[in-house]
């Protein structure tokens, strides 16, 4: 192979003065990494000493042929392709320049005394471990590790052979997480580059990036080598940006002669089309505006209660559209670009002239449409903010909005169907018609809910509140996985916390901050998504879990967990339908992540990244109670 590490010329980074009595996180490998003979610590993986076994990690990727699409990379890093493409600003069909900087979020876990996110690769010919570590995956493995994770030796792989690749991420150090570091980036060093840069780059400090990784100022570090960046908020694609090579100066080009007269005329021509067009664009911002603070006078209504799935949320418009105008019809399906622009007769021809046997619930009705069926709802209101979100985002446990189509004034969104329905159908013994959800699937869709609300509040731009999590917004496909639906009361998080005075949502999933003083941010659908969890594992709706003698559902929660034999009343709260199927501890573990999602105080809520991780470790110690009902939690309980 031509490409050999110790032969490619080593530069040094320069440093700003550091100095620590704390250790470092982990220990940086150098060209150890050439040496597949050697096997020390560090090659194989960094340490796993994070003080969570599992976490939200980041990847620095440099597209190369033929990984230069979000498709391929994402495949090749066992990546969400939904996350990777919304953390980069780009389509999911996106292809990359090559050498452009994608950020890769993965998934990582301890493994035996290693933290890494895991993958797969199928050798080609001419591969060996050292070529797969350097070359494909660019650094982010090691041939040493790629040697003892299939537990091989550089002669005695295939063309074929399926192999799994450890990728070199860590989890914030207990340390770290004091400082406010919430994330680790494995960032793939390469010329040019210094420790300066790299943390003007991703807004990290450089003595963090010291300390992080064992090295002092005086540091050789080499190409084709990762090190950790300590982050205190995620990535953005603003941070991948390579400045542009300044212009070479090239002289102006001649000017054509022109006669004094032509000239003059030119002049008078241009000042005249340019006035005219100042003119018609201040009045048609003036119209704009005019109407945008008429619509805003209009919607300041009473507090209303939204309930129903789909329901619209806005008054009429009061501007009647043509729906007959071709130019309208093509203004839209401009603005929404993937989103098909659909003509009333062909939803008419969906849904057998919108009839009772293919309706489901509100103003939704099923629609068969070239073989695949479809969620299409009627709305006669203002539907623009809600197609823009969903424009913009694509994300598995977001419902994708796949059309639109606008006659006789009223909208109709077509969305993905979700053969399952609503939550609310399954998760209430009392009118679920003996429809049940064991626990293993009650944690998923908890999971699949908390990992969309993260993607709303984490990796959209700008982070977005839903402001409507209830068991009715939340649709469930074939395969019962969850589904965030109903993004029409959806909003920009506009800083920490921002302020309202129109105050809607359904009852009993509001926060108490956004009910007395119109408080609004992310921490707002940690409550109402700690509700929602209080409901699947009661199998109550919230309006039953309100009693006269406690109106209160984190004062009702705080007090199961304060009695003396926390499992028995713990037990006693849990839908009586799941006897026999959890474990007792695991409830007792839920109920504490429901009460610090209802804490009164918005600041003491967790993040939505915390719960993903939290529900992640649930459901995987509860598939392990399932399958041996004893040994699988013992690891749980010395844990914690």
Known sequence: MRFIIPHISIFIISLLSFCSLIHGQQLYAAKATTDCSNKNNSVLGYSCNGLNTTCQAFLIFRSQPPYTTVSSISTLLNSDPSQLSAINSVPETASFDTNKLVIVPVNCSCS????QANTTYVVKAGDTPFSIANNTFQGLSTCQAVQDQNRRSTVDIFPGDKLHIPIRCACPSKNQTDLGIKYLLSYLITWGDTADSISLKFGAETGQ??????????????????????????????QTIE??????PSPPPPS??????????????????????????????????????????????????????????????????????QDFLDDISGITHSLKVYKFKELEAATDNFSTSCWIKGSVHRGLINGDYAAIKKINGDVSKEIDLLNKVNHFNLIRLSGVCFSDGQWYLVYE????????????????????????????IASDVATGLNYLHSFTSPP?????????????????????????????????????????????????EYLENGVISTKLDVYAFGVLILEIVTGKEVAALYTEENLNLSDM?????????????????????LEGNYSSELAVYVMRLIDSCL????????DMDEIVQSLSRILTLSLNWESSNVSGYQSFSRST
């Open 256 to 325: 054509p002669p022109t006669s004094p007269g032509k000239s003059s005329s030119k002049t008078w021509i241009y000042v005249v089309v340019g006035m005219l067009g100042g003119i018609a664009l201040t009045a048609f911002i003036g119209i704009i505006i005019f109407l945008a603070v008429f619509r805003k006078g209009r919607k300041r209504s009473d507090p209303v209660i939204v309930s129903e799935i789909f329901e619209a949320k806005e008054k009429p418009l009061n501007k009647k559209l043509d729906e007959e105008s």
């Open 557 to 577: 929660v705080s007090n199961v967990l304060s009695q003396a034999d926390i499992e028995e009343s713990t037990r006693q709260f849990i839908d009586p339908s």
């Open 209 to 238: 990036i010291l300390e992080a990784n064992q090295i002092d100022e005086q540091a050789t570090v080499y190409p084709f080598t990762t090190l950790l960046v300590p982050l205190q908020n995620p990535p953005s694609s603003n």
């Open 599 to 606: 804490n009164k105080n918005p600041a003491d809520r967790p």
């Open 417 to 444: 169907y979700a053969d399952n329905g609503a939550l609310s159908d399954w998760v209430y013994s009392s009118n679920n018609d003996g429809k049940l959800l064991n626990w293993i699937q009650r944690m998923q």
């Open 112 to 115: 035996g005394t290693y933290s």
């Open 243 to 248: 400045p542009p090579p300044p212009p070479a």
């Open 464 to 512: 977005h509140v839903h402001k409507d999590i209830t068991s009715s917004n939340i649709l469930l496909d074939s395969d019962f996985r969850a589904k965030i639906a109903n993004l029409a009361m959806a909003r920009a998080a506009e800083g920490e916390f921002a302020l309202t005075r129109h105050i809607i949502g359904t009852k009993g999933y509001m926060a108490p």
